[in-house]
């Protein structure tokens, strides 16, 4: 029996702590156009998340499932972003605290964690208020020790983790501070530089994965000609952000769509990543759902990869985490 290693990938965590817990409504209470609000409340009861606060207990869920492994990729959005602004806000930043130190407690040495949209700030989605912040970089990649780019070899793969945020900048310009714009371009600069060099490194025909929370980021990666390079040795992408499977689904369905302007930053933000979609493809990509799912489908859970040493193609599993605190977990493992 060849050695296999084993990766575990968990996404969107989503914690509320009590900070957060306190701001019930949070994502309403921002939307002053009473048709936006009436829209938004059926799309979250209906579809999305009913209850956004309400599954702290999945992270415990997850870890009692987890088992052992080699390596536990967490790939972004640790808190609930109640304030939009990110880990700068101090309710956010306790809520990805307490997430980050669980699952480094947990998985000591083994922890690679990406950073998502949802730490440096992000515009609410009616309600125009919010956006990436300066100050939630600096306690995401401080206090937080967030590596805003990380590589792991396992066996003869190389895992490479990358910040969607800044790749998709030109897409999440408009919701930062005017004053800041040029600090966040001058991150970003220095972040594809980083990309650059490591994958200028990496053997031609080595076998690589690459974790990216936001595929928005994805166009934007295939602008540069050393990734297009690099491609056909990546085994695959794997993203979080669009939480299940249902909307992984559509936004292929969706891809190559015009772009929508008239509806606010963050229906233009999504449309365009839509538009730019196609690429997907190239990068092999592959949904890591966020713990909890959808409420539609309630089709929460976490990936495992088995990866052989010998170079041998990965299998990828898909377990799925129950809803109800306190149930056991699920024993059907899907292959994903
Ligand atoms: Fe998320
Ligand atoms: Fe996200």
Redesign the pocket.
Known sequence: MPETHRLLVL??V?YAGPGEQARRGYELRVVKNRLHRGLIWAWRHGVWLKDPLAHNHLLDQFCAAAGEADLVVAN??YSCDSAFVGVSDAAAGDSARYVLTRLRDRFPNRLAAVL???ELGKMSLAGRVGGPRLASWERATGELALEPFWQRALGNRVLVGVTSTLLALPVYEAETLPAERERWRALRAAHLDQIRSALAALEPGRRWLLFCHDPTALPFLWEEPLVRERLTSLEATVI??L?TGLIFWLSRRLAGMPEIRFLGQAIHRMSRALRQARCWRQFKVRLCP?LTGCELLKDGGFLEARLPADGGPARWLKHPLPWTPGAPTRGAVSPT
């Open positions: 996404s969107d989503h972004g959005d998502g949209d949802h979080g952000h939480h966020s």
